[in-house]
């Protein structure tokens, strides 16, 4: 048998689960089939949300599998044109020169940018393409990224060479 304590407990979070579920329910087995729908839409909203970071994941950054030199970089297209990021946290002789190159090669023109190389590498950058004089419309940010990241490796095996 159920006490009268215990059924008060029980009714007492049985309101409580009634109150977070938002359910307009009476009886226990209502209300408890209405949290089970509630705890089912949270379960589907928390994978889709690791569904949608994993792919910003895949799409903006690239780590090198060399544990020696981790590589934030990102590239989005902006309203100005792309909007480059690269992060190393460790200083990196000569990479800029790498970076700059692979920009060249594919016809960017920089707008902005801010670089720090002292500590970490830490590069911001605003560019357009253009094609003789003209702005390129053909070319995305994962053509961009994946320049950059041919640069990077390219600076990498430079460096390890040395």
Not at 93 to 111: S, T
Not at 136 to 160: C, F, N, P, R, Y
Request: hydrophobic share 40%; net charge neutral.
């Amino acid at each position: 048998m159920v006490s009268r304590e215990q059924k008060k407990s029980i009714n007492k979070k049985l309101q409580l689960l009634r109150s977070i579920t938002n359910s307009h329910a009476r009886n226990r087995t209502s209300i408890i089939l209405d949290a089970s729908r509630y705890i089912q839409g949270l379960k589907q909203k928390v994978e889709k949300i690791n569904e949608d970071i994993d792919v910003t994941a895949q799409r903006c950054y690239f780590t090198d599998q060399n544990p020696l030199f981790p590589v934030k970089l990102k590239v989005e297209d902006g309203q100005e044109g792309f909007v480059i990021k690269v992060l190393i946290e460790r200083s990196c002789n000569g990479l800029l020169v790498f970076i700059l190159e692979a920009l060249e090669e594919l016809g960017l023109d920089i707008l902005q940018a801010r670089v720090s190389c002292s500590d970490n590498f830490h590069l911001e950058a605003v560019g357009i393409l253009m094609d003789n004089n003209q702005v390129s419309e053909h070319k995305d940010a994962q053509a961009v990224q994946q320049a950059l990241v041919q640069a990077i490796q390219s600076w990498i095996g430079a460096t390890q060479l040395n």
